[in-house]
């Protein structure tokens, strides 16, 4: 599948109604959980999780990276206020 086809695009963001990509995104900053997503035209996004980097990732989606941050930051901020919201979620 293209990633940047207008029919992905359509696909990707009907997953986005049980995603809030918005929230999960602010509960990392808040949390201070330092982390990237950076969009490149022919590979998908490019995704990574802490700073310095420890974690990282290509994705197809931003529905697919974004799960991958909340996935990651449960798996590596055990305890984190991150952790307790998102940790019986994925």
Request: negative net charge.
């Amino acid at each position: 599948m293209e990633h940047n086809t207008p029919d992905c695009v359509s696909r990707c963001m009907s997953t986005t109604d049980r995603l809030d990509i918005g929230a999960i995104l602010n509960v990392l900053f808040a949390d201070e959980i330092s982390g990237s997503i950076t969009w490149i035209s022919d590979r998908g996004f490019y995704v990574t999780l802490g700073s310095p980097i420890f974690v990282e990732k290509y994705a197809d989606t931003i529905v697919e990276a974004v799960e991958w941050l909340r996935d990651q930051g449960v798996a590596n901020y055990p305890g984190s206020d991150f952790e307790r919201k998102y940790g019986g979620e994925g």
